[in-house]
Nanobody, 115 residues
Framework: QVQLVESGGGLVQPGGSLRLSCAAS????????MGWYRQAPGKQRELVAH???????HYADSVQGRFTISRDNRKNTVYLQMNSLKPEDTAVYYC?????????WGQGTQVTVSS
């Protein structure tokens, strides 16, 4: 079955950086739109960034200029480089794949920004 496995979350101080990874299997990765979403306690899941099969990118206003999404089609992996982290970035971050065969979610990875 399709698997999206996130890694790289953790606890970081405000102003710090983290790099999330999402390794995909059993999808046509190169033809998929890959995205990162997040969900904070008591809030709805929201789009953070996505990257198309041609590497066009889109970011939420709240992370523009601080986060960078990228992909490596040889490794079937999408990344989210997060810099200048703020406490309001604290959330569970989920990887999403929109493929020719449907949409899929990872299990999520916790990011906590706190001093």
């Amino acid at each position: 079955q399709v698997q999206l496995v996130e890694s790289g979350g953790g606890l970081v101080q405000p102003g710090g950086s983290l790099r999330l990874s999402c390794a995909a299997s059993r999808i046509i990765f190169s033809r998929s739109v890959m995205g990162w979403y997040r969900q904070a306690p008591g809030k709805q899941r929201e789009l953070v960034a996505h990257i198309t099969s041609t590497s066009s990118t889109h970011y939420a206003d709240s992370v523009q200029g601080r986060f960078t999404i990228s992909r490596d089609n040889r490794k079937n992996t999408v990344y989210l480089q997060m810099n200048s982290l703020k406490p309001e970035d604290t959330a569970v971050y989920y990887c999403n794949a929109l493929t020719p065969g449907g949409g899929y979610w990872g299990q999520g990875t916790q990011v906590t920004v706190s001093s």
